[in-house]
């Protein structure tokens, strides 16, 4: 994601210096940006970084950029600007939709199947962190009992390959899941780690 952006970010600069007849249109090197900007948020948004407002407002204030162009110059609507007002409807909608939806949506539901969960105890782990600040409590003890059923195969795996090493640390690992169980219930889980 983080080449895509990069990759975007110089075909945006190409466009505002490269002076064509169809490519140096302010709407157009406007739309381009808009796009970038775009690219960037999703990309804060999906990797659950930090400043996701201020990403979103300098997003909307680039974008509004070429929408109005747009009218002023009364310009035929191309495929661009519909890509640009599409993406920028869907931000819209991704910046509204809780932590804990985005989170379960990019990181666990596409697991194949409910056998292979053991590859993702921290991302349930994580799960029922974002579900407990929503304060969705029920959902956070679901997610931690994946979380628990994770860690728990992993230890009969190891165990079943003598795998002694891997063992421990699954078990300083359930500790630390079972002690996150134990905050959701007591409603006093103030950190992840």
């Not at 381009?32 to 996701?52: C, D, E, W």
């Not at 407002?53 to 300098?58: E, R």
Request: net charge positive.
């Amino acid at each position: 994601m983080a080449l895509g952006v990069f990759l975007s970010l110089i075909a945006v600069l190409l466009t505002f210096i490269i002076k064509k007849k169809d490519i140096g249109k302010p709407e157009r090197s406007f739309i381009a940006l808009g796009i970038l900007f775009l690219f960037i948020y999703f990309y804060v948004r999906v990797q659950f970084l930090p400043g996701l407002t201020i990403f979103m407002l300098l997003t909307a204030a680039v974008c509004f950029i070429p929408i109005i162009l747009f009218i002023k110059n009364k310009e035929k609507i191309r495929p661009a600007f519909i890509m640009l007002v599409s993406l920028f409807i869907l931000a819209e909608v991704s910046y509204f939709t809780p932590y804990s939806t985005v989170y379960y949506i990019v990181n666990l539901s596409n697991l194949p199947l409910a056998s292979e969960v053991k590859d993702h105890t921290r991302e349930w782990d994580r799960y029922s962190w974002q579900l407990y600040w929503e304060g969705k409590y029920d959902k956070a003890l679901l997610a931690n009992d994946n979380a628990l059923e994770a860690i728990h195969l992993n230890m009969v795996n190891d165990s079943i390959q003598g795998n002694s090493t891997y063992f421990k640390m699954d078990q300083a690992n359930l500790k630390y899941i079972n002690q996150h169980r134990q905050a959701i219930q007591n409603k006093n889980w103030n950190s992840l780690e």
